[in-house]
């Protein structure tokens, strides 16, 4: 006789909850206040609090999807747009910086037991990447100075991330307790 092997419950609750929080990127993409060539969103929220409930595999994991969705063609970036197109367009390093923003804010947020202080270090760091990586390459791909490029990239968004960090990790720390899965890392 044949043994079935299933699949852990917890691994499919992580994968229901990648998906979700996917789904809940896209949405803040539609939450956009057009400012020049870098609008205004809230997607930041959902990568921080990806990374906050889902550590740092699985949340990476979440944008990897909502950036997969996005490359095929669906429109979750902001303004309801989608396709390969925007990797190589001003906004581009913003949405590598919203993988490495997952994956650095869970990884702190679970190595640190879910400290409140840690996880305002996390979300802080994790803002901070979306920064490294989405201000160079808009002063790449527009051909800016440095100067233009973070008065343009950086400077209008600074307390906006800020209350949306706040509010990823007040979310997070709400919604933790109700979640049946209790973030133990899981690997994918």
């Given amino acids: 006789m044949r043994r079935v092997s299933f699949m852990p419950v917890r691994h499919l609750r992580y994968m229901v909850y990648a998906s979700l929080m996917a789904a809940l990127t896209a949405v803040g993409a539609y939450v956009h206040i057009p400012l020049g060539p870098v609008p205004i ?110 008065t343009i990239g950086m400077l209008p968004f600074v307390i906006g991330d800020a209350v949306k960090a706040g509010a990823a990790v007040a979310l997070a720390r709400t919604v933790r307790p109700v979640m049946a899965c209790r973030l133990e890392p899981a690997t994918p």
Avoid: D
């Fill in 41 to 150: 969103v809230l997607q930041n929220l959902f990568v921080l609090l990806a990374g906050l409930l889902l550590g740092s595999r699985w949340g990476a994991i979440s944008i990897g999807i909502y950036l997969l969705v996005g490359a095929i063609g669906l429109p979750v970036f902001a303004g309801a747009k989608g396709g390969i197109a925007h990797f190589m367009g001003p906004t581009g390093g913003y949405l590598f910086g919203f993988l490495l923003a997952s994956y650095i804010t869970g990884y702190i947020s679970e190595h640190s037991k879910h400290r409140l202080s840690a996880e305002i270090f996390a979300v802080s760091l994790g803002s901070l990447a979306v920064y490294a990586l989405g201000v160079p390459w808009l002063k790449f791909i527009a051909g800016l100075t440095w100067g233009k490029a973070l």
